[in-house]
């Protein structure tokens, strides 16, 4: 099995279940000519995070990490009329490349792009009031991601659907003694949602265009 092979049939997955989307294409064009790094999900990974939206039934999405905002153009697609997301992003110009692409989605409606460190932007969420999101996404800094998994917490609600990206990184994710900081923040995210608790949590190993990774998936369970 080769990268080569993952590759093929994820074009063929995206060709069967993804049909031609010109403004998610856009966004990722728009996105690669700006200059941003190639992070964002694949499109088969962006339809599976918007179907997971749906069955959660979210009104309310948080995302930490936009970049060019792919990945939240997918979950907000998901959301009713009067649903709403909010998106973390450090990187102001990854913030302007994500507010072009959601608006030529037309979802600027629905959308926010907040700029700053998602640890300080945070606690200005829960100040605001916001603090009942019914879906998670964490896909920003890994050495954060403990942070990130505590304010999910606190800014969650039973049935809240936490999702974290890039949780197995080609396998690194066993090595325990690995100096990499990416990887030591994932395993003690992992620990930390298998050992919640308020969580009912599996991770799920990936391949495809985007190589070898995994996905994170957890329940807040009923008070
Ligand atoms: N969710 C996106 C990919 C996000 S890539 C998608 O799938 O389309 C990770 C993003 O997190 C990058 O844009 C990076 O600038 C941002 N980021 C890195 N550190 C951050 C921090 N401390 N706070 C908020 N965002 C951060
Ligand atoms: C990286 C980050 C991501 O969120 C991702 O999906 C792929 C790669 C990275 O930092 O290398
Ligand atoms: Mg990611």
Redesign the pocket.
Known sequence: MSQQQWTAVDRYITDLFVPDDPVLEAALEVSTASGLPP???SPNQGKLLMLLAQLRGARTIL??????G??TIWLARALPADGHLIS????PK?AEVARANIARARLQAKVEVRVG???DTLPLLEQEGHSSFDLIFI???KP?NPDYLAWALKLAHPGTLIIGDNVVRDGAVIDATSTDPNVQGIRRFNELMAAEPRLSATAIQTVGSKGYDGFALAIVSPS
């Open positions: 992070h964002n999900v995302e930490i990490g936009t970049l060019g792919y990945s973390l992003e450090f990187n990854h460190r998602a640890i896909d920003a800094d954060s």
